[in-house]
T-cell receptor
Framework: SQTIHQWPATLVQPVGSPLSLECTVE??????LYWYRQAAGRGLQLLFYSVGIGQISSEVPQNLSASRPQDRQFILSSKKLLLSDSGFYLC???????????FGEGSRLTVL | AQSVTQLGSHVSVSEGALVLLRCNYS??????LFWYVQYPNQGLQLLLK??????LVKGINGFEAEFKKSETSFHLTKPSAHMSDAAEYFCAVRAGGYQKVTFGTGTKLQVIP
C-alpha cells in the first residue's frame, strides 16, 4: 500500500533562518506531488506542485522554493524565513486521473 | 478557473441530528469534486469523491454527497451525527485535465452531546 512520510512534524525557527521540509512517498511511481500551506480561517493554499522529477510549478510568489530530486521525494525550502511563513504545511500525492489527494501528517512551522 | 465556496465556517449539530455541510463550486469544465476531513494537527483524509459516474456519492463514516449541476452544489450530509464526527471538513474541486486541486476555506463541525 502507499504511504507518505513528512518531517519534521514540528519546528520553531527564528526569522531569517533557513528551512527544509521533506516529504517522501512509498508504494507508487511517478506521483504528482503537492505542497499546501494551511493558515487559520484561510483553508489550504497550494504552494507548489510537481508532475515529475525537476518539474516544479509555483502558485504563489514568496520566499519559498520546492525541489523534486527523486521521483518520490519533494522538498520545501527557504533561505530566509519570515514571520508570515508560520503555518501548517501539508505534502500530498496523487496518481489517479480523477486527482484525489492523499496527505501526509503535516509539519507545523512557527517562525519567531 | 475553478473555485469552491463553503457556506458557514462553523456548524453545530446535536448528537443524532442531521449533518449538512454546504459546498458550491465553479468550474469552466466538468469537475471532479471531493470532501476531506481533518482532525486537529493531522493531515486531510478523503471522505468521498465525485467523478461523474453517479450523482449521489457515498463515502466513509456514513457520509454522502449529491452532485447537482444545475445548482453547482456538492453538499455533504450524514443522517445522524456522532461525537467522533467533530472535525473540520473541506470541499475541493479539480477541473478535468488540470493538476491543481482547489480547496474551500473549511467548515468546522461541532457535535453537541
Amino acid at each position: 500500500s502507499q504511504t507518505i512520510h513528512q518531517w519534521p512534524a514540528t519546528l520553531v525557527q527564528p526569522v531569517g533562518s533557513p528551512l527544509s521540509l521533506e516529504c517522501t512517498v512509498e508504494g507508487t511511481s511517478n506521483p504528482n506531488l503537492y505542497w499546501y500551506r494551511q493558515a487559520a480561517g484561510r483553508g489550504l493554499q497550494l504552494l507548489f506542485y510537481s508532475v515529475g522529477i525537476g518539474q516544479i510549478s509555483s502558485e504563489v510568489p514568496q520566499n519559498l522554493s520546492a525541489s523534486r530530486p527523486q521521483d518520490r521525494q519533494f522538498i520545501l525550502s527557504s533561505k530566509k524565513l519570515l514571520l508570515s511563513d508560520s503555518g501548517f504545511y501539508l505534502c500530498a500525492w496523487s496518481v489517479s486521473l480523477t486527482g484525489e489527494l492523499f496527505f501526509g501528517e503535516g509539519s507545523r512551522l512557527t517562525v519567531l | 478557473a475553478q473555485s469552491v465556496t463553503q457556506l458557514g465556517s462553523h456548524v453545530s449539530v446535536s448528537e443524532g441530528a442531521l449533518v449538512l455541510l454546504r459546498c458550491n463550486y465553479s468550474s469552466s469544465v466538468p469537475p471532479y469534486l471531493f470532501w476531506y476531513v481533518q482532525y486537529p494537527n493531522q493531515g486531510l483524509q478523503l471522505l468521498l469523491k465525485y467523478t461523474s459516474a453517479a450523482t449521489l456519492v457515498k463515502g466513509i463514516n456514513g457520509f454522502e454527497a449529491e452532485f447537482k449541476k444545475s445548482e453547482t452544489s456538492f453538499h455533504l450530509t450524514k443522517p445522524s451525527a456522532h461525537m467522533s464526527d467533530a472535525a473540520e471538513y473541506f470541499c475541493a474541486v479539480r477541473a478535468g485535465g488540470y493538476q491543481k486541486v482547489t480547496f474551500g476555506t473549511g467548515t468546522k463541525l461541532q457535535v453537541i452531546p
